[in-house]
């Protein structure tokens, strides 16, 4: 983990916003870009000066913007706007959520278009540093103009007007919360007083749902490599055939992700015991869907997961405020609006439940007496008087259909808001909160079937599986020990799937 990500509104990545969400990483402004702002904010003072009408600087909001705000209003304009905004309900973002939109907003503020004073993106650097997060609600963003209610309840608290979570892990995120004054007050900062403009750049943003996404494809990368290792992992104990992984196949058909899985299927297979106890007495001309086309399938997974990344990259370093300044100009568009982002997380919803439905396949052909090559019915030596390890499945079938029904786009749902002014919405934040589910509900899918898959090798020794295999049988013995008679399998499933939440297991 670096020691310190230095924001510019230029630079940061996906694996910046893990190491300040997750792992606590240190913040600090670029000198540069905080100059570089402060210029662009001399044009919105310039703008005041000179009696120029500017939306959101000395008009109203959204209908409103034909009415024009008196010079000496505009502070109390922002305030409250932020405080009529903080609309959101439900239950409260997950800190390293709330981490990763406060380091999202604070790196998009410094760019120059925003116009604010760099003290906005230093006070959140500050907050982050000292592990004050606001309580942001869960619902109540339709994605445009940008996460509004999720981004007002973040501008509150910095105001010191809403409640935080002072926590230094997310190991300790449980904690009761505080007033955002006294959280301040125990550092010895001020609350923040927004300035003509800034209440109004600091809400309009895409910023919530962009946090959401960049924390999943990070996740999702990791998960993926994951469910090749539960495939290969599958193969070997279904004592299958590692010839559909040829490279030669999948030259043809050159899909990026397609080569890249099959490369990693063929290296976790290499030296397997098990492949060539079979391959002369019992040689498998063609595996099932579930195992043959694994490549295939699973490549187009990883295909889908790039676009996210290639599209969470963009947005993490744009700016998605309103009104812009371009040098002595000041225009108003509408980079607020989160489809781009809303359409990433409905695609990766379907990449991920993709991910689980193969996955659970292979998991029924592992339990499956008539499917599992010679395996113990329900991978289990005491069938009928212990069901073995029948129900697993049925988790994950279960889960796999629940991540179905979460797969209905969300980015095509919009309702018109304000006074139909803002008649196209992308409900970002709904897409987000779906795509979340699918991932915890696909890392339980993937660790079923590695917990059958685990449990098929036992019945094969005292052959080995393939190198990289044997690996993975390691980690998931660190975690959840061999069968021997029924016992509860919810400890195991949740330990695994724990175990995937964190890096790929192989």
Same mark, same amino acid.
Request: proline share 6%; with cysteine; aromatic share 4%.
């Given at each position: 983990?670096?020691?310190?990500?230095?924001?510019?509104?230029?630079? #940061?990545?996906?694996?910046?916003?893990?190491?300040?969400?997750?792992?606590?990483?240190?913040?600090?402004?670029?000198?540069?870009?905080?100059?570089?702002?402060?210029?662009?904010?001399?044009?919105?003072?310039?703008?005041?000066?000179?009696?120029?009408?500017?939306?959101?600087?000395?008009?109203?909001?959204?209908?409103?913007?034909?009415?024009?705000?008196?010079?000496?209003?505009?502070?109390?304009?922002?305030?409250?706007?932020? %405080?009529?905004?903080?609309?959101?309900?439900?239950?409260?973002?997950?800190?390293?959520?709330?981490?990763?939109?406060?380091?999202?907003?604070?790196?998009?503020?410094?760019?120059?278009?925003?116009?604010? %004073?760099?003290?906005?993106?230093?006070? &959140?650097?500050?907050?982050?540093?000292?592990?004050?997060?606001? #309580?942001?609600?869960?619902?109540?963003?339709?994605?445009?103009?940008?996460?509004?209610?999720?981004?007002? +309840?973040?501008?509150?608290?910095?105001?010191?007007?809403? !409640?935080?979570?002072?926590? +230094?892990?997310?190991?300790?995120?449980?904690?009761?919360?505080?007033?955002?004054?006294?959280?301040?007050?125990?550092?010895?900062?001020?609350?923040?007083?927004?300035?003509?403009?800034?209440?109004?750049?600091?809400?309009?943003?895409?910023?919530?749902?962009?946090?959401?996404?960049?924390?999943?494809?990070?996740?999702?990368?990791?998960?993926?490599?994951?469910?090749?290792?539960?495939?290969?992992?599958?193969?070997?104990?279904?004592?299958?055939?590692?010839?559909?992984?040829?490279?030669?196949?999948?030259?043809?058909?050159? +899909?990026?992700?397609?080569?890249?899985?099959?490369?990693?299927?063929?290296?976790?297979?290499?030296?397997?015991?098990?492949?060539?106890?079979?391959? +002369?007495?019992?040689?498998?001309?063609?595996?099932?869907?579930?195992?043959?086309?694994?490549?295939?399938?699973?490549?187009?997974?990883?295909?889908?997961?790039?676009?996210?990344?290639?599209?969470?990259?963009?947005?993490?370093?744009?700016?998605?405020?309103?009104?812009?300044?371009?040098?002595?100009?000041?225009?108003?568009?509408?980079?607020?609006?989160?489809?781009?982002?809303?359409?990433?997380?409905?695609?990766?919803?379907?990449?991920?439940?993709?991910?689980?439905?193969?996955?659970?396949?292979?998991?029924?052909?592992?339990?499956?007496?008539?499917?599992?090559?010679?395996?113990?019915?329900?991978?289990?030596?005491?069938?009928?008087?212990?069901?073995?390890?029948?129900?697993?499945?049925?988790?994950?079938?279960?889960?796999?259909?629940?991540?179905?029904?979460?797969?209905?786009?969300?980015?095509?749902?919009?309702?018109?808001?304000?006074?139909?002014?803002?008649?196209?919405?992308?409900?970002?934040?709904?897409?987000?909160?779906?795509?979340?589910?699918?991932?915890?509900?696909?890392?339980?899918?993937?660790?079923?079937?590695?917990?059958?898959?685990?449990?098929? &090798?036992?019945?094969?020794?005292?052959? !080995?599986?393939?190198?990289?295999?044997?690996?993975?049988?390691?980690?998931?013995?660190?975690?959840?020990?061999?069968?021997?008679?029924?016992?509860?399998?919810?400890?195991?499933?949740?330990?695994?799937?724990?175990?995937?939440?964190?890096?790929?297991?192989?």
């Amino acid at each position: 983990m670096p020691d310190q990500i230095v924001l510019d509104g230029e630079s #940061l990545t996906v694996q910046q916003v893990v190491a300040v969400s997750r792992e606590f990483a240190k913040v600090s402004v670029s000198p540069d870009a905080a100059a570089r702002l402060s210029e662009s904010r001399e044009t919105i003072e310039r703008a005041i000066a000179g009696g120029e009408v500017v939306y959101g600087v000395n008009t109203g909001f959204g209908k409103l913007a034909d009415v024009r705000i008196a010079d000496d209003q505009l502070e109390q304009l922002q305030r409250n706007l932020v %405080r009529s905004h903080v609309a959101g309900v439900g239950p409260p973002l997950p800190v390293d959520v709330v981490r990763g939109i406060m380091l999202l907003r604070a790196n998009v503020l410094l760019k120059p278009t925003s116009g604010v %004073r760099p003290v906005l993106a230093e006070k &959140l650097a500050v907050m982050l540093n000292h592990a004050i997060h606001p #309580l942001v609600p869960e619902q109540g963003s339709v994605g445009a103009s940008g996460d509004l209610a999720p981004l007002s +309840h973040l501008a509150f608290a910095m105001m010191g007007e809403g !409640e935080v979570v002072v926590c +230094h892990s997310l190991d300790s995120a449980n904690i009761s919360p505080m007033s955002a004054a006294a959280a301040f007050a125990e550092i010895d900062v001020d609350p923040i007083t927004f300035g003509a403009k800034e209440g109004l750049s600091f809400l309009n943003g895409t910023q919530a749902q962009s946090a959401i996404l960049a924390l999943l494809v990070h996740d999702a990368l990791s998960l993926w490599r994951s469910a090749l290792a539960a495939t290969a992992a599958s193969l070997e104990a279904l004592r299958g055939t590692p010839v559909p992984f040829d490279s030669r196949i999948h030259e043809t058909r050159p +899909h990026a992700g397609q080569i890249e899985a099959a490369k990693i299927l063929r290296e976790l297979l290499v030296d397997s015991e098990i492949r060539k106890s079979h391959e +002369h007495d019992d040689p498998r001309v063609q595996d099932a869907y579930s195992l043959r086309c694994a490549p295939q399938v699973l490549g187009s997974v990883r295909d889908a997961i790039e676009f996210c990344k290639t599209t969470i990259d963009v947005e993490l370093n744009s700016s998605t405020d309103n009104p812009l300044v371009f040098g002595s100009d000041v225009l108003s568009g509408g980079n607020f609006h989160g489809q781009p982002v809303a359409l990433a997380l409905d695609v990766l919803s379907i990449a991920l439940t993709t991910l689980a439905g193969i996955s659970e396949r292979r998991t029924e052909r592992l339990v499956n007496p008539d499917l599992s090559q010679g395996l113990p019915a329900f991978l289990t030596e005491q069938a009928g008087i212990a069901s073995g390890f029948m129900i697993v499945q049925v988790t994950a079938a279960a889960i796999v259909a629940e991540c179905r029904s979460l797969c209905m786009p969300a980015s095509v749902q919009s309702i018109p808001t304000g006074a139909a002014q803002e008649d196209i919405v992308p409900m970002g934040m709904a897409a987000a909160m779906k795509a979340r589910r699918i991932m915890s509900n696909a890392q339980r899918v993937v660790a079923c079937e590695l917990l059958c898959a685990v449990q098929g &090798l036992e019945y094969l020794k005292p052959l !080995e599986p393939g190198e990289g295999v044997r690996s993975v049988v390691s980690r998931i013995r660190e975690v959840a020990q061999p069968y021997t008679e029924d016992r509860p399998h919810a400890p195991d499933i949740e330990a695994i799937a724990s175990l995937l939440s964190g890096e790929a297991i192989a």
